[in-house]
């Protein structure tokens, strides 16, 4: 679960940004295609419950740090602009790629890459739990939205900074019933539809090993739960997806199954923690 403005745990759980430009969609409900990552970039930075920085002053700050500006006249040959911000975060994110991805290297005909285990548990995905149904392609996502039947991270409504921000969230987003709701409707507040409420976007399977806790608002902190919670055939919603059953997995089964979706990370990112330069007084004139 990330932090955000004003230092408070956000309500819905952080998505990993690795291969996020990969994506039909990006965040929970949907709202923003990830074929459009500056707007996404934007939106984190001056959303008032992410970074709730003003465009303007972020762009005087960079103007503040002379390794930046210099950084910025090599790149763009000019001055650090708000768009340039929003361009050079985007190729960022771009370089986030998954990398020796043992199923992948299974699939261009590694016997070798994944262990007898795994592919028993890819058996499994594709058989008896069924997991393919969903989770197929590229991303192992079909891109959509549906409801699982997670139960309600309770603890929101408890911590009333983060009760505000889900307030203030679906306040914005025109569903007038705000005040009182203490269920995340997800997808519904992008659509307005009835049959889209507590529905979520499909995630990718890939890093998910690395990336607990799970589900949209985290409340399912292990593989283990994820896959016992499918096995149980998901929870309780009046619009739960019809494809949810249970699915009678053996012990060894569950860990066939883990044992495959271990398989679907690749090498660890290594990102040293750059030195952040100071700011320093600009000449008059070149404000």
């Not at 058989?127 to 139960?151: E, R, T, W």
């Not at 607990?212 to 283990?224: E, K, R």
């Amino acid at each position: 679960m990330g932090f955000g403005y004003p230092g408070s745990l956000y309500f819905r759980n952080t998505p990993t940004v690795v291969n996020a430009h990969l994506s039909k969609y990006v965040y929970w409900d949907g709202r923003l295609p990830a074929s459009d990552l500056p707007t996404l970039v934007r939106d984190h930075i001056s959303e008032a419950n992410f970074m709730n920085a003003d465009g303007r002053l972020v762009l005087e700050r960079l103007r503040q740090v002379p390794e930046y500006q210099q950084q910025f006249e090599d790149i763009f040959g000019g001055d650090p602009s708000y768009g340039r911000t929003l361009e050079v975060l985007t190729a960022f994110l771009k370089s986030l790629t998954s990398q020796n991805v043992p199923l992948d290297n299974y699939l261009k005909g590694d016997e070798n890459a994944l262990t007898e285990d795994a592919k028993a548990g890819l058996a499994l995905f594709k058989g008896k739990a069924n997991c393919i149904q969903c989770h197929y392609g590229p991303m192992l996502s079909d891109g959509g939205f549906h409801s699982l039947g997670v139960p309600e991270n309770q603890d929101i409504f408890k911590e009333p900074e983060r009760h505000i921000t889900f307030r203030r969230f679906f306040k914005v987003f025109g569903v007038s019933e705000y005040a009182n709701l203490r269920e995340d409707w997800g997808r519904y507040a992008v659509t307005k539809e009835d049959e889209d409420k507590g529905k979520f976007r499909t995630p990718t399977l890939r890093e998910v090993a690395k990336t607990p806790p799970y589900m949209h608002n985290g409340m399912l902190a292990t593989l283990d739960e994820v896959i016992e919670f499918y096995n149980q055939g998901g929870g309780a919603h009046p619009n739960k997806d019809p494809l949810l059953k249970p699915l009678g997995l053996t012990e060894e089964e569950k860990q066939q199954l883990k044992a495959f979706l271990e398989s679907l990370s690749g090498d660890n990112f290594s990102i040293k923690t750059p030195r952040i330069p100071g700011y320093q007084k600009r000449t008059l004139g070149q404000n």
